[in-house]
């Protein structure tokens, strides 16, 4: 089991910041590394309780598939997606949002399990650090448009 956490100040309201982090469209754009995209499920707009998307994308060279269900929400305070099919064991990312000081302090908690049981345990270090580049690019994204005007193209459609 591994447990990551970033935290993330970002100078705009925290309204546009968890909704930007709900967004599907922001989400394929912050993730061209591993050139992932919705394959199914809601593949565009902003994500909501009970939805689900199936992600396909690319790590360590391997294509993948990855279908997840927002599990929890409170608009705007936080949300939470979960593995429902995929390559982990299991996850639960929780996406947190305070507002603070003129702005929103964004924080997620990514709570993982690799499979495969003992070669998982001995892969998970590797995993844990791929996640947290991944995450940190993906924040780094919705910080980047939430502090422009490019967020009225993601969330008003122009």
Known sequence: ??????????HAPVERCFDLS???????LSAGDTQERAVA???????GLHDEVTWQARHFGIRQRLQVRISAFDRPHSFADSQVRGAFSRFDHVHSFVAQDGGTLMTDLFDFDCPLGLLGRLAD???AAH???FLAQRNQVIKDVAE?????AVLEGG
Request: cysteine-free; hydrophobic content about 50%; aromatic content about 6%.
């Open 22 to 28: 709900r967004s599907v469209d922001l989400h394929m």
């Open 131 to 133: 996640m947290r580049k």
């Open 125 to 127: 270090p590797l995993v």
């Open 148 to 152: 422009s005007e490019r967020w009225r």
């Open 1 to 10: 089991m591994s447990l990551l956490r970033l935290e993330l100040w970002i």
């Open 41 to 47: 499920g809601v593949t565009k707009g902003l994500m």
